[in-house]
Nanobody
């Protein structure tokens, strides 16, 4: 099992920055990739960014050039640095881990609210 705990959300003005953190625990050696998703009210959850165990990253088009995903292996933590925030970035942000070898499983954090005011 992999457990995830997010932190770092909050209220920020448009153009500002926030950094989200996701601390993983449990079977961390089995993690294949981690990512951030977000869900705005009335909308489906969408992928924001991912990072693999080989440090390959991918981003949604809407956040390219503004958000950066990174990880600290020593602390089993993944970060999402969000710059130039826009009101449309307002959502609950969820950390996700894909883990397992023979079978793949997914774990989710509890979510952290990000609100960007105009």
């Amino acid at each position: 099992q992999v457990q995830l705990v997010e932190s770092g959300g909050g209220l920020v003005q448009a153009g500002g920055s926030l950094r989200l953190s996701c601390a993983a625990s449990g079977s961390i050696f089995s993690i294949n990739a981690m990512g951030w998703y977000r869900q705005a009210p009335g909308k489906q959850r969408q992928l924001v960014a991912t990072i693999t165990s080989a440090d390959s990253t991918d981003y949604a088009d809407s956040v390219k050039g503004r958000f950066t995903i990174s990880r600290d292996n020593a602390n089993n933590t993944v970060y999402l640095q969000m710059n130039s925030l826009k009101p449309e970035d307002t959502a609950v942000y969820y950390c996700n881990a894909d883990w397992g070898s023979r079978f793949h499983f997914r774990s989710w954090g509890q979510g952290t609210q990000v609100t960007v005011s105009s």
